[in-house]
């Protein structure tokens, strides 16, 4: 199995900054890529940021500039640098992780996708 805990959440006024954490433990081979997602009561899930294993990043229009998604490989870590917050950024933030469990897996493409527990963001003055 493959756990993902993230930290880092709380409340920030606008215009503050927050840095989220994810950990990833378990069986894992090789992590394909890591991310983060948000989600607001009534809303869907969106996402916010990804990384590949590679570094490749792809970010939602409304953080671009703002965020600043970033990963320890060798630590199976994600971090999400939240620069210049806003009240509309305000939701459970959750990390996603897309793991190869085994060689086989890996070898074949087949990887599993796992998330965290999420975290809450507040902006607010």
């Known amino acids: 199995q493959v756990q993902l805990v993230e930290s880092g959440g709380g409340l920030v006024q606008p215009g503050g900054s927050l840095r989220l954490s994810c950990v990833a433990s378990?069986?894992?081979?090789?992590?394909?890529?890591m991310g983060w997602y948000r989600q607001v009561p009534g809303k869907q899930r969106e996402l916010v940021a990804t990384?590949?294993?590679?570094?490749?990043?792809n970010y939602a229009d409304s953080v671009k500039g703002r965020f600043t998604i970033s990963r320890d490989n060798a630590k199976n870590t994600v971090y999400l640098q939240m620069n210049s917050l806003k009240p509309e950024d305000t939701a459970v933030y959750y990390c996603?992780?897309?793991?190869?469990?085994?060689?086989?897996?890996?070898?074949?493409?087949?990887?599993?996708?796992?998330w965290g527990q999420g975290t809450q963001v507040t902006v607010s003055s």
């Open positions: 996603n992780a897309e793991v190869y469990l085994t060689f086989e897996d890996w070898r074949g493409e087949d990887d599993f996708e796992y």
């Open positions: 378990g069986s894992i081979f090789s992590i394909k890529s």
């Open positions: 990384i590949t294993s590679g570094g490749s990043t």
